[in-house]
């Protein structure tokens, strides 16, 4: 199995599959993972597979999906922000295992899926994905999507991570510099990358840059989301070096510039 930050480097949207239900194996495999994935801000965030055929589900941005997973979290704060750190797991276990996946918050009819999946009132489901493999060639409208949203390209670290103050860039040892590389591949909505990272005493505190327009009821704030999906990748990548990381709220951080907002803070613990 390749190791966590080759899947981060290797990892794609998948939006056009080969229409091959998973194998008894994967399907076994998956079921188990979604039972508990946990997230440092403990709130528990429910999956459910859902059969594209049963339950009449398509998105027009997909072709071949026959299975779905969609993620559910009751309203309340740092909802979207746990969503993220477990939905992006579940991505990347789902990567190790030849699984395609891709991100879907708004290419799809909301209330269907939200019926199949046995949605809450006080819930909410920010995004589900396709689960399948993917087909040989991509779609001529995937390749549209992608290079429309510069999918295969990146900010420079010195616009994402700081050292101290907002204007000095910060320049990682040999160690953080393959963890905040992984971050900075990070998938986000419409590859906004909305992560900013500042180190401040030993500890890595993650605010969101906020766009408008990414906000509602039903999905809660997807920067958010991308927040966690940055943390979980921060974490993630620290394990794969060996070490222990705490993830806490409401640290004392540098001034926050406008536009900005604090979200969390990690420090390495051994």
Aim: charged share 30%; proline share 6%.
């Amino acid at each position: 199995m390749k190791d966590y930050f080759e899947l981060v480097m290797e990892r794609k949207s998948v939006r056009t599959y080969d229409g091959t239900p998973l194998s008894e194996e994967h399907r076994m495999d998956i079921g188990e993972y979604i039972k508990d994935i946990p997230n440092p801000f403990d709130i528990p965030v429910g999956f459910v597979l859902l059969d594209a055929k049963e339950h009449r589900l398509s998105s027009p941005v997909l072709s071949g999906e026959e299975l779905y997973v969609a993620g559910k979290v009751e309203k309340k704060p740092y909802a979207d922000v746990a969503f993220g750190y477990s939905f992006e797991k579940l991505v990347l276990h789902a990567m190790s295992l030849g699984i395609g996946t891709v991100w879907i918050g708004g290419t799809m009819k909301r209330e269907v899926f939200e019926k199949a999946a046995g949605l809450k009132e006080n819930e909410m489901m920010p995004c589900v994905s396709p689960l399948g493999y993917p087909a040989k060639k991509r779609s001529v409208r995937e390749s549209l999507m992608r290079k429309g949203v510069g999918a295969d390209s990146r900010f420079p670290s010195e616009k994402l991570f700081f050292d101290g103050t907002w204007e000095k860039p910060l320049v990682p040892d040999e160690l953080m510099s393959e963890v905040l590389e992984s971050v900075r591949w990070a998938p986000s909505a419409v590859n906004k990358q909305p992560w900013r990272i500042i180190l401040k005493e030993g500890v890595y505190h993650f605010y969101e840059k906020k766009d408008k327009g990414y906000v509602s009821d039903a999905t809660g704030d997807l920067q958010k989301i991308d927040l966690g999906i940055a943390i979980c990748h921060f974490v993630m990548g620290l394990e794969a070096k060996g070490k222990q990381a705490e993830v806490f709220v409401n640290a004392p951080g540098p001034d926050v510039p406008a536009g900005t907002e604090y979200i969390a803070s990690v420090r390495i613990t051994g």
